[in-house]
């Protein structure tokens, strides 16, 4: 994937050099003397700090010099090192062995291989960091990514802990958040059933289902809610048979079905309800008892079973009413009528199924518990894939029945009827999502961004200081969720995925910093179009104002994602003074000449946000990586300048 090791390499480059705040004593660091002034004063520059140093020793301009920071009173005392810089980069062993033996450490091949890559890329050097590398390292060798990670940590100044080590490798690592997720709800929905891996399963689930597909589950669920809730006629017919024809219903009347769920029922096993709300699991018991006597023919019985199912379900359904009717009669009930009670009551079991679960996970319900007892084959995510494609087509006004309709068995067009019933259906749920009303565009992505637990620890310590058990409590995002499934000694090949992800997300956490008043912000989440769900990256930089709010007039924001038909595009956007200017990278044919009529919406829309586009240009990914690190290496602001300490060397 080139476009992704792009956006990896501007990451990596995209960070400040090493910096020297917090100088330790016995740490080795390089710096370079840029300006030599009267009486022996020099400006230096270590990482990207500029430093006022009084010399004690003659030292050459632009020439650059090993040092160790001294212990002492008062200001930083610094000893030049009788180190070659030369040496060290033409790769000579001499100035490496002499660093290692200053450090007092052992001349292995692991050490000398570390401290010429710590000398290579300038990196503060000292003997406790060159031992809790070596020790993180172990096993894999020298990896790219584990090297790539520690250079990250300490040139973002990060805490020197394991913990982060592997967070930043997992940030660098190429398996993407997205894959990352399917693979982890795969493999808890194979796996042992839990309580906290089911909340897993429910946002894995949320966090991966594309635009396409939820849709599909909310017009199959609206379409069982209208043959459930309504009369046994009119719009309710009308989506039995829609659902029969999708092949998502067996084929035969209203009892015939229902009949065939009951009998199905009796095999559901019990933690086929696990993660839902406790009410289905109790209403799977107490159907289950329902249809058990009704088979052994029990009359008393089963009459005893219907009255607690409808105790434990006292809502008004159109179900129930029928149910209550019956039973109210003054002559009683005889068996001749129990077909009819049981119908409805498997009618109202279902209907409650779908009415007690969350709107997010309504769909994955539906999947596990619902269709197994109204369809024949088993093939159930093969028959959503399906009714997916018919509800598109019907978007699209592209219906073909002989393609898209199972075994091709029905040769004629929906009926209006149905046709009409599809389309209010979708009308009414397309209403609710606008991805080209930038507020709703806000929304969504400040709930990825909240589901994922990208804010986990801000928000757990605002609940500390509130005192607030109950809402720490409720924080189930999925880093928490995470961290709470991992301390439960989970399967070992769910384990590893599972704290893959986790590093993934605090390595996400981590790649933002602040520099001084500078701000630079590096997020991937999980983002859903429409046939798919992909991964968006976003790299933020830019300064803050006095009131610590991000300062929306100078800033550059980078945009990485995969699209549906464009396939992998990079934006970079860059803003001064509120004047905009973007560079679209993109291998599309024809792309400027599909996007120039769209060009005016886009200015009259930033305009109405106080912005002015000045330039948008459309370049080749071969074009792309001389452009971006030409960018890279020219920030908007010089960090600098707000650094600087006094030192003696």
């Not at 912000?521 to 006095?546: A, C, H, N």
């Not at 060009?599 to 071969?622: C, G, H, T, V």
Request: aromatic share 6%; glycine share 6%; hydrophobic share 35%.
């Amino acid at each position: 994937m080139v476009t992704a090791s792009i956006i990896q390499s501007l990451l990596k480059e995209s960070a400040p050099p090493t910096e020297a705040r917090g100088f330790r004593p016995g740490q080795i660091i390089n710096g370079k003397i840029i300006k030599l002034f009267p009486n022996q004063i020099a400006e230096v520059q270590v990482g990207n700090q500029k430093v006022i140093a009084q010399l004690e020793v003659p030292l050459s301009a632009n020439e650059r010099y090993w040092f160790q920071v001294q212990s002492g009173e008062g200001k930083i005392h610094l000893k030049v090192l009788p180190l070659s810089e030369g040496s060290f980069q033409k790769g000579g062993t001499a100035s490496i062995e002499g660093l290692i033996k200053q450090l007092s450490l052992p001349q292995s091949k692991e050490n000398i291989e570390l401290v010429a890559f710590f000398a290579k890329e300038r990196l503060p050097i000292s003997k406790e960091i060159l031992q809790l590398s070596a020790e993180w390292l172990k096993g894999n060798g020298q990896s790219k990514e584990g090297l790539e990670a520690i250079k990250q940590m300490l040139t973002k100044d990060l805490p020197l802990t394991k913990e982060t080590f592997l967070s930043m490798k997992a940030n660098i690592k190429s398996e993407s958040m997205n894959v990352l997720l399917s693979q982890l709800h795969t493999l808890l929905d194979q796996g042992p059933s839990s309580v906290t891996g089911d909340k897993l399963i429910q946002l894995t689930h949320q966090l991966t289902i594309s635009e396409n597909h939820k849709l599909t589950e909310q017009v199959l669920t609206q379409l069982l809610k209208t043959w459930l809730s309504t009369p046994e006629q009119g719009d309710s017919q009308v989506a039995f048979k829609l659902l029969q024809r999708f092949g998502l219903v067996v084929e035969g009347n209203e009892s015939v079905v229902l009949r065939n769920g009951a009998e199905q029922l009796l095999k559901t096993a019990e933690d086929t309800t696990r993660g839902l709300n406790h009410e289905v699991s109790r209403n799977l018991s107490l159907v289950k008892e329902v249809v058990e006597s009704s088979r052994l023919g029990n009359q008393e019985e089963f009459i005893g079973k219907v009255k607690q199912y409808l105790a434990n379900n006292p809502g008004s359904s159109q179900s129930n009413s029928v149910v209550s009717g019956i039973l109210n009669q003054t002559e009683g009930v005889n068996s001749s009528q129990n077909d009819r009670i049981l119908n409805s009551v498997m009618k109202s079991f279902i209907l409650s199924i779908i009415q007690q679960t969350e709107t997010e996970n309504v769909g994955n319900t539906i999947s596990r518990l619902v269709l197994p007892l109204l369809s024949s084959n088993g093939d159930d995510v093969g028959k959503i894939n399906l009714f997916n494609q018919n509800v598109v087509s019907v978007m699209n006004e592209t219906f073909d029945p002989v393609e898209l309709l199972p075994n091709n068995q029905i040769q004629t067009q929906l009926k209006a009827e149905e046709k009409m019933l599809l389309r209010s259906l979708l009308t009414v749920i397309n209403e609710g999502a606008k991805w080209e009303d930038s507020t709703f565009v806000s929304e969504q992505l400040r709930k990825i961004i909240k589901d994922l637990g990208l804010s986990y620890e801000k928000d757990l310590l605002h609940s500390f200081k509130q005192t607030n058990a109950p809402e720490l409590q409720r924080t189930d995002t999925l880093k928490s969720v995470l961290i709470q499934y991992l301390n439960e000694t989970p399967p070992p090949h769910i384990r590893d995925v599972a704290e893959q992800l986790l590093h993934k997300i605090t390595g996400v956490q981590l790649m933002s910093q602040e520099t001084g008043p500078l701000q630079q912000y590096v997020m991937q989440i999980p983002l859903p179009l429409f046939q798919k769900t992909t991964d968006l990256t976003i790299q933020w930089s830019g300064r803050k104002k006095e009131n610590g709010e991000i300062d929306s007039n100078y800033c550059r924001v980078l945009f990485y994602l995969d699209l549906e038909n464009l396939n992998e595009t990079i934006v970079d956007m860059q803003v001064q003074n509120r004047i905009m200017n973007i560079t679209i990278f993109n291998d599309t044919e024809r792309l400027k000449k599909l996007a120039t009529p769209l060009i005016p919406i886009l200015k009259e829309n930033l305009a109405r946000n106080d912005y002015k586009l000045s330039s948008i240009y459309f370049q080749k990914s071969s074009e792309q990586k001389t452009t971006l690190k030409k960018h890279a290496v020219q920030p908007l602001y010089d960090s600098s300048n707000y650094n600087g300490v006094d030192i003696r060397v």
